[in-house]
């Protein structure tokens, strides 16, 4: 990897912003730190001055100066290395006791501290960068005392500690620095493989999968490539869902146009009256694939869910018993018997159209498959919640294996393929619709025969009425 | 067949124009063209706003309106109109197609509505309903086709003196197609106003209805007055072709 890629990579500019901003709050607490001890460090030392000047001047008071003088004349024996420097000079500024020679000149009046640098190197001789802190007093007869202390320990620690904390910040940069590039490089390859693999993937191989790391850490990285593969495993099966369907859709519909076009072929060859029942014949091809494309239409168009101002509040037995009356005469002339078991009224809020349809095509099976002089029941189970509709005849039924097939667009059993017409989204449609309505299919044994059990809240689940329901209720 | 039947039935009414406003060329052609066929005047348009011009400056008989126009939309047109006072009858053409783009265009002002893709036969038999709607406004009692007789006040048919006895479904459906005597009516036509609800059959169980219904209107009589037009659906009408019609 060449370093200018590495400058650009995203991580590294998050790992240098994030060592700069870290660096910056490690100053500012430094700061403040640096600051709190030597504000400490003086306010101790300016109570000390103070405390010795109370004292002395205490001792003033009740002795004069010479006790005064006499008292700072100890002080000065007392302490080898001077700890503190005393000056007591007489009203003419001349010297009485300590151990500094001369008053210095910027030091004011009054009980003010003053720095004395300067004023103290001269009269101490000492080297130029002593610093020295001190406060001068003035007594009732004109004498004055100076107390003062020089600060050289702690300003050298401080320094020290300074030249330390810097040295530390530009060490913890470098290091930082270096180990954003290593990361950034670690995150930049493991990133540009998922970007390899997915380009891979989108030039068209859906069969590769990004390779997940060796090392067995759960992190988050990890998660993401598993839920990216488990993503393209979704797609995949969408694919070969969408793949089959279309496989379908062109077999299913390929048949009848073969068929309508080789009517169309042979018609200039039919005499006059032929031709008439080969144009009905092809009208009623036609009507077909158009009924057929329509119900795909349609059921794509409730399963995308778009179609929900079709909801009103309506009486779901009423649709029931309109079915089943619609399609009585078809039963009849099959000699069943439709035995229904609907309670007088279960109101709730649903698209009638749509399950008059999907109760129709359920029905409709029904009558199809029952043999002749058999028998369906319609039941339907009206609770608080929810609304229980059965559809059951003594037909050949459907195979368990292929219960859940058969609400596939086009599924067809084999067995009913050659036997019953119909086009292999009658059920596909009630299962949409089903779903439409927060419901559910059930296909089961009705030995014989197949029974199939919808269950249907019979309030929307979710707050999307507003539109239905102020719809005039049709 | 369907469209020779369709149109005889539509002889004399030359001087009826419609107003055809579709973006689609294709679909354009082949409505024009049917229309022309079936001896209507038509005029077209391939914008929402050049067809609302000439809605709203020209008298026509009837509008089909395509629901998706470049320019302004069918709804947006019928709803203008409507808000000036013009009724024209108006059929929408839609590919949407669900319940609730019915209810919309319904809502709208439309008079009827067509889910693309159709069959012409359909759109036909629609458009005839439309224009008869227009003039037959006045509330009728009684219905006469030949020598049957609807009572719609006291639910009796009688075909010939003769009393027939019908089922309420099956009156229900004498009486739209008594109503429409001499029209094509379509099998979804049917189930929209005689069953009321908008879905597709898969099977022929309205075939199976109009069956039943002429066991008892045309079993016992030499005249059959109830025909199947192939293709398209079902007419009621007078007994013998009349070709001074």
Same mark, same amino acid.
């Given at each position: 990897m060449n370093p200018s890629r590495i400058l650009h990579a995203e991580t590294f500019r998050y790992a240098v912003l994030y060592l700069t901003g870290v660096s910056l709050a490690v100053f500012v607490v430094l700061a403040i730190g640096y600051g709190w001890v030597t504000f400490g460090y003086f306010r101790d030392l300016n109570a000390l001055i103070g405390a010795e000047q109370e004292a002395l001047a205490r001792v003033q008071a009740e002795g004069g100066r010479s006790a005064t003088a006499a008292a700072i004349g100890e002080r000065v024996q007392a302490a080898g290395v001077p700890r503190l420097f005393y000056l007591l000079v007489d009203a003419e500024g001349g010297k009485v006791a300590g151990n500094l020679s001369r008053w210095p000149e910027r030091i004011g009046e009054g009980k003010e501290w003053v720095g004395l640098e300067h004023a103290l190197e001269e009269v101490t001789g000492a080297p130029a960068a002593i610093d020295f802190i001190g406060s001068g007093r003035h007594f009732d007869d004109g004498s004055r005392l100076l107390v003062a202390r020089h600060y050289k320990d702690i300003s050298e620690f401080l320094r020290l500690a300074l030249t330390v904390l810097l040295q530390a910040m530009l060490a913890t940069i470098i290091v930082g620095a270096i180990g954003a590039a290593l990361l950034s490089m670690r995150l930049k390859r493991l990133i540009s493989e998922v970007n390899d693999s997915i380009a891979t993937i989108l030039a068209g191989d859906l069969s590769q999968r990004i390779p997940v790391l060796e090392d067995n850490r759960d992190d988050d990285f990890r998660r993401l490539i598993v839920n990216f593969n488990h993503m393209l495993d979704r797609i995949g099966q969408l694919m070969a869902n969408l793949q089959q369907l279309s496989d379908n859709i062109a077999h299913d519909l390929r048949t009848p146009l073969t068929r309508l076009r080789n009517r169309i072929a042979r018609l200039e060859f039919d005499d006059r009256e032929a031709r008439g029942e080969a144009v009905a014949g092809m009208l009623q091809e036609s009507d077909d694939l158009l009924a057929t494309f329509n119900a795909l239409l349609r059921i794509a168009q409730i399963e995308a869910g778009g179609a929900r101002s079709g909801f009103a509040p309506t009486d779901i037995a009423l649709i029931v018993r309109d079915v089943c009356e619609f399609y009585e005469p078809l039963a009849a002339e099959k000699h069943q018997t439709v035995c229904i078991d609907l309670p007088p009224a279960c109101p709730g809020v649903f698209d009638r159209d749509l399950l008059f349809q999907a109760c129709a095509n359920l029905l409709d099976n029904a009558i199809k498959y029952a043999p002749r002089d058999g028998h369906i029941e319609v039941t339907m189970r009206c609770a608080p919640e929810t609304v229980e509709l059965e559809f059951a005849d003594d037909g050949p039924g459907i195979p368990p294996a292929e219960r859940e097939r058969v @609400?596939?667009? @086009?599924?067809?059993?084999e067995a009913s393929r050659s036997g019953y017409p119909g086009n292999g989204l009658g059920l596909s449609l009630v299962r949409a619709v089903g779903n439409l309505h927060g419901g559910s299919i059930e296909l089961g044994d009705n030995a014989p025969g197949l029974r199939v059990v919808m269950r249907l809240p019979r309030q929307p689940a979710r707050g999307e009425l507003t539109s239905a329901a102020a719809a005039p209720a049709r | 067949m369907g469209v020779q039947a369709a149109q005889r039935c539509v002889?004399?009414?030359?001087e009826m124009r419609i107003l055809v406003i579709e973006d689609d060329a294709s679909v354009q052609e082949y409505i024009v063209r049917g229309l022309r066929e079936s001896g209507f005047t038509v005029d077209q348009a391939c914008d929402g706003k050049q067809g609302l011009l000439r809605a709203s400056t020209e008298d026509y008989d009837a509008l089909v309106v395509d629901r998706m126009l470049p320019g302004m939309d069918g709804l947006s047109i019928i709803r203008t109109l409507r808000g000036a006072d013009n009724h024209t009858p108006a059929l929408i053409l839609s590919a949407l197609g669900e319940v609730d783009d019915r209810v919309k265009g319904l809502k709208a002002g439309g008079d009827d509505y067509l889910v693309k893709p159709f069959a012409f036969a359909e759109l036909l038999a629609r458009i005839e309903v439309l224009l008869r709607r227009k003039d037959a406004s006045s509330a009728v009692t009684r219905l006469r086709v030949a020598d049957l007789e609807m009572d719609l006040l006291s639910h009796k048919v009688v075909r010939a003196g003769r009393a027939l006895n019908l089922q309420p479904r099956e009156f229900r459906l004498l009486e739209y197609l008594m109503k429409h005597a001499g029209q094509v009516v379509t099998r979804t036509m049917l189930l929209e106003n005689v069953w009321d609800y908008h879905f597709d059959p898969q099977t022929n169980v309205i075939d199976v209805h109009i069956s039943r219904l002429r066991q008892k209107l045309d079993k016992e009589f030499d005249r059959p007055l109830l025909k199947t037009v192939r293709g398209a659906g079902y007419m009621l009408d007078e007994p013998e072709p009349d070709p001074a019609r």
């Open positions: @609400f596939e667009r @086009f599924y067809r059993v | 002889q004399g009414a030359n």
